[in-house]
């Protein structure tokens, strides 16, 4: 009896055990399986894997992206790290630097994907020769604006910076609590500020970074930072708002102009579809034609327990199907280039702005110093809010930042 | 196997212990173990990973007392916890004295003077961060309609009116402790030390000037202990729910400024330093408190 019962016991015992050999659970973690511009496409990739990968299933884990850094940076350090990891620009180089992704080489020659077909921000996912992530999807900035209240207002869709201030005073309405145009003005979100504020300050040209040494005093900075200042001070966007309310307001036809990602499409065709058809996007006006973007990266961790598996993941998301569902499903730009249906383009018009604004913008990241990115924010974002709440004129804001970062960089370099 | 036998006065010895063990335990693991590994963590370089990378001595705390930011952020963190030890005693006194006096329906405003204390510290500062708001909040709409002001207030968005702002919901959030802390120390005090001051002659003032405070004394000493020690460690949630350390970094505390370098910057030993050093200040004046506390048993059984 006993010995029958062994013989079942080590049975279960060795099927359970086989069976655990094949199947893998690939752990996904992220704020995106929360977005409705993001869910479906994930979703389908979720599906598809599944289909092609008999046993192996990937697990949606959706965190909100307030704790989502935290959680996923303190995984990764305890040595108890997600399958799949997502990092925006600066987070991915300094991930890099830190050794704590497993190179993908290996799996993109396999899957025939060379790398010049990648967005050219995958440059920061490379070290020594090595890649370490893949570009997801890259969000470069345009100018959303609200064709109804701009012809409500009787304006025209700005061609240059006189222009676009012009429209943001004549588009505020403060008996209808309606601003011209909407960016961060709150206190301590140090990341949004600066994700914020980049578009304006490489649209005139500007910088904090170039070539890895401080630019924060350069004319065209200091000319962004007072066009910032003006916005402020003349109270043409909203005060003390984060982004959530302040891009709800827009959703809500309150703003007449954002600049933000072709995803914020996604957000304002399920939010209000009266202001959706009255969406309409141009490169933004200001003097450099240049842009920024922000590009999400997934990668590896080298604490990964099902390392090969997710790695497959990611390559299946770089096949043709995947990227054009990025494109039709996300209405965002995916990590290859050329992948946008020309049916895309012809439904959706607005998105031409960003398609061009893709392929030459700059990763807000610091040039050259993209792996301190989140001091430099919180240095930059501390001396734009001394400027804009304490008030500092963009003139010494330039300079005391100059000098704060010329420090900063000195430490580093010491090291 | 014989049953390992225990005198009746050794097991009586030993009952407490068993039942603190469990407590124990608990503590040790969600506790004392990761604060003495944040210790330790702070004798070690900024490596990410399981293990502890390289050992660098003081170096972390000789970077963080040399920094440009300590000064300031050691500066917020004391007017931070200043600030509400004065105005959780002063606030919590004067709600005390207004609750002892006889009055209908005394029981219901008591249980009101509660309700801040019971109100979770997330819910708490959202709350206020939408009264504060400046283009919507309560606060400006009823300033202004009241006439009490011409313009809308920075309440968050300037220095020094964030950090002023940001305590005010911190006080709110804690002097009801100091007022049912004060009311049972008012308790305290025997009535006929009040009748015999007014046979003398003594006017309220004067009752409350010699009686009530010295009174007190004990309640206040410990009161300004123990929330020195909760504001001081614990300047976390209200401000990074409301301004993350800002505007222009006005509002950073020590805490802010370690949680930034943790999980902002990835500096896991720097971050460690200024918690062992948020650690170290507390801890003093823990041990004051323990000392008034052994003081108070030795002097009044």
């Given amino acids: 009896m006993s010995r029958s019962l062994m013989r079942i016991l080590s049975a279960t015992a060795l099927t359970l055990l086989s069976a655990n050999a094949v199947a893998a659970d690939v752990l996904w973690p992220s704020f995106m399986w929360g977005e409705p511009n993001n869910e479906p496409v994930m979703t389908l990739l979720k599906q598809k894997f599944e289909a092609e990968n008999p046993g192996n299933t990937v697990k949606s884990v959706t965190v909100p992206i307030a704790a989502f850094w935290d959680k996923q940076f303190a995984d990764i350090a305890s040595g108890n790290a997600a399958d799949v990891a997502t990092m925006y620009d600066p987070d991915v180089r300094a991930y890099v630097e830190a050794d704590l992704l497993e190179s993908l080489d290996s799996y993109l020659a396999a899957a025939g994907i060379p790398m010049d077909k990648l967005v050219p921000t995958e440059k920061l996912a490379q070290k020594g020769g090595k890649t370490y992530a893949i570009p997801f999807q890259i969000n470069a900035r345009a100018l959303f604006y609200n064709d109804k209240l701009f012809r409500e207002a009787d304006v025209q869709p700005p061609k240059n910076v006189d222009e676009m201030m012009a429209a943001i005073r004549k588009l505020r309405k403060p008996e209808a609590q309606q601003f011209g145009y909407a960016t961060i003005s709150k206190p301590g979100a140090a990341n949004l500020l600066y994700i914020e504020i980049m578009p304006i300050v490489v649209g005139f040209g500007g910088g904090f970074f170039k070539d890895g040494k401080p630019s924060a005093n350069s004319a065209q900075t200091v000319a962004a930072l007072k066009f910032l200042k003006t916005l402020y001070d003349e109270q043409l966007i909203p005060r003390g708002m984060d982004t959530p309310t302040y891009r709800q307001l827009f959703v809500q036809g309150k703003v007449g102009m954002y600049a933000t990602g072709g995803f914020f499409a996604s957000v304002v065709a399920n939010g209000n579809k009266e202001t959706y058809a009255d969406l309409r996007s141009e490169p933004l006006p200001l003097p450099s034609g240049q842009t920024m973007s922000i590009t999400v990266f997934l990668g590896v961790p080298k604490a990964a327990k099902n390392k090969d598996l997710a790695a497959k993941l990611l390559m299946r998301m770089l096949k043709d199907d995947m990227q054009g569902a990025i494109v039709t499903m996300g209405k965002t730009h995916p990590g290859r280039i050329g992948m946008i249906p020309a049916s895309f383009l012809q439904e959706n018009p607005w998105f031409k702005a960003f398609e061009q604004a893709t392929l030459t913008a700059r990763s807000y990241a610091p040039d050259g110093a993209e792996q301190y990115g989140n001091e430099i924010v919180k240095i930059v974002a501390e001396h734009v809010e001394a400027m804009l709440f304490t008030g500092v004129s963009a003139e010494n804001t330039g300079e005391d930042l100059q000098k704060a970062l010329s420090a900063f960089i000195a430490t580093k370099t010491k090291q | ?301």
């Fill in chain 2, 1 to 301: 196997m014989r049953a390992l036998r225990l005198g009746s006065s050794t097991r009586e010895a030993l009952t407490p212990y068993a039942f603190l063990l469990p407590s124990f335990i608990a503590l040790a693991i969600v506790f004392f173990y990761p604060m003495l590994r944040a210790v330790l963590l702070s004798f070690y370089g900024n490596t990410v990973g399981a293990g502890l990378g390289k050992f660098v001595g003081l170096e972390q705390y000789a970077t963080v007392i040399s920094s440009a930011y300590f000064p300031r952020v050691l500066w917020t963190s004391v007017l931070w916890t200043a600030g509400n030890v004065v105005f959780v005693l002063g606030i919590g006194l004067a709600t005390a004295l207004l609750l002892d006096r006889r009055f209908p329906g005394r029981a219901g405003v008591r249980a009101l003077f509660i309700l801040p204390w019971a109100i979770p510290y997330v819910a708490a500062a959202l709350i206020w961060g939408w009264i504060f708001d400046y283009e919507y909040g309560v606060l400006n709409y009823l300033l202004r309609t009241t006439g009490a002001v011409d313009h809308k207030i920075n309440f968050l968005l300037g220095c020094p009116t964030a950090l002023a702002s940001l305590t005010g919901v911190s006080v709110w959030k804690l002097f009801p402790l100091g007022t049912v802390m004060f009311l049972a120390g008012l308790q305290t005090i025997p009535a006929e030390y009040y009748e015999a001051a007014k046979v003398d002659g003594a006017n309220p003032l004067q009752s409350f000037r010699y009686i009530t405070l010295p009174g007190l004394r004990n309640v206040t000493i410990m009161l300004t202990l123990l929330i020195t020690i909760w504001t001081f460690g614990r300047a976390f949630t209200i401000i990074f729910l409301l301004t993350e350390g800002g505007p222009a970094g006005c509002t950073e505390t020590i805490v802010i400024r370690s949680y930034l370098e943790a999980f902002k910057f990835f500096h896991i030993g720097t971050a460690s330093a200024l918690g062992t050093i948020v650690l170290a200040i507390s801890l003093a004046f823990s041990l004051a408190y323990l000392a008034f506390m052994h003081r108070s048993r030795l002097v009044y059984g």
